[in-house]
């Protein structure tokens, strides 16, 4: 969750949604996002919406739950108000901050609570974050006896040096007995890597990669650094105290990702994840992609019906306020007009490997194809049975791909 929420027309009190909301809904998948806010530190690249024990303004981390559980019920409301079908949860993903700061029980209470008044499909994938150093065996036990499928462990790198320069506090050492510990209770595992770190070098990204690859994890995610602006290391670069990310250090660290990950088993499904397998792909950051239905529930939390986005008031404190006093939660709001709706959805399948139907672009974007075939960006064949898919050289210059898929003006 960003720092800085977005310009929109202020939310309703009551949280309706309008009527178009309800439209096509049946034909869509539903997800619960559940957004934990806090953090034992701040990371200095982090701008998500997190807190520290002493930004919370006498808000207490153990009434967070019972919280929560106020606008799970007040989103079942919401929507069968708004006449908005009811659909049990495809997906729900547990993330923050650092859920597994939390009791493991009051996750269990969290997800009780979307079983309890939206429903989980019965092959749902129930995915918790979490920090190596925040759990333990008899932790990860009682999130699978609750429901929970998949963990999703914050490796970044397995470099000691790189951690510090990224603030993270576990132990490389961790990873292998937490992962251990998650497959031995039934739950699928991902680990999550970041690369191009100011003083990450490619032999230190290598050593994280084939750290990560070892653990033999179902699922692994390598997002590049993104510098944010207000982040304590934009700051630092600006400061002259650590250099700027070398982007094209960053390309060859990607290569070399795809390179050993493809070596070991590992197939790439969106640009910067790759799975064992389609069964052990990420359905819920799937369902963004496919710009499916989602509630996001929390500080800060994101959601979107049916062309209609909103966000939820940043603070812990703002936001127990309200649902403690039965308003919705949140701040603003914007819908989505055909333009954007299209502009996103090319810019978010072009980064899922089925890529987008050649037949549901407009005339320029295809008539772009050629020219992005002949550029390496696209792979051919697919392209001839009707699917735009990214090369690698494409997965490298994504953004540029969208561009030429979409006309001009509306990009």
């Not at 290598?206 to 070892?214: M, P, Q």
């Not at 996001?296 to 019906?305: L, Q, R, T």
Request: glycine share 8%; charged share 25%; with cysteine.
């Amino acid at each position: 969750m960003a720092s800085a929420l977005p310009l929109g027309d202020p939310a309703p009190a009551d949280g309706l949604l309008p009527a178009s909301a309800a439209d096509g809904a049946a034909d869509r998948d539903f997800s619960v996002y559940l957004h934990v806010p806090f953090c034992r530190v701040r990371c200095g690249y982090c701008d998500f919406n997190t807190y520290t024990a002493t930004e919370l303004r006498g808000v207490k981390q153990s009434d967070y739950a019972s919280q929560a559980v106020l606008e799970v019920e007040h989103s079942a409301r919401i929507l069968k108000r708004s006449g908005v079908p009811a659909r049990p949860a495809a997906t729900v993903f547990f993330g923050g901050g650092t859920p597994t700061l939390l009791p493991a029980e009051h996750l269990a209470r969290m997800l009780d609570a979307v079983r309890e008044h939206h429903g989980l499909a019965p092959d749902a994938e129930v995915t918790s974050e979490a920090n190596p150093d925040s759990v333990d065996r008899d932790y990860l036990q009682t999130l699978k006896d609750a429901g929970f499928t998949r963990v999703s462990f914050g490796m970044q790198s397995a470099v000691p040096h790189v951690l510090a320069t990224l603030e993270r506090t576990h132990d490389p050492a961790r990873v292998p007995l937490v992962v251990a510990w998650a497959r031995e209770v039934g739950l699928d595992v991902s680990v999550d890597l970041i690369y191009g770190t100011p003083g990450e070098s490619l032999d230190d990204w290598r050593a994280s990669l084939e750290h990560a690859i070892a653990q033999q994890p179902d699922h692994i995610s390598a997002y590049s650094l993104i510098v944010e602006d207000g982040t304590k290391l934009a700051r630092q670069i600006k400061r002259g105290e650590v250099a700027q990310p070398d982007e094209d250090l960053q390309a060859d660290m990607y290569e070399l990702a795809d390179e050993l990950l493809g070596a070991a088993g590992y197939e790439w499904y969106e640009v910067s994840n790759w799975a064992r397998g389609a069964e052990h792909r990420s359905q819920h950051n799937l369902a963004y992609w496919r710009s499916n239905d989602w509630w996001g529930i929390g500080p800060g939390a994101h959601s979107h019906v049916g062309g209609m986005r909103w966000w939820n008031v940043k603070h812990p404190s703002a936001y127990a306020d309200r649902v403690l006093a039965g308003d919705s939660p949140a701040a603003g709001r914007e819908s989505l007009d055909a333009g954007t709706r299209e502009f996103e959805r090319v810019l978010l399948l072009a980064r899922i490997r089925e890529g987008i139907p050649v037949d549901s672009l407009s005339a320029a974007g295809r008539l772009a194809v050629a020219g992005l075939i002949a550029d390496e960006l696209i792979n051919a064949r697919a392209a001839l049975a009707g699917s735009v898919e990214l090369t690698l050289r494409g997965r490298l210059l994504a953004d540029a791909v969208v561009r030429r898929l979409l006309d001009d003006d509306a990009a």
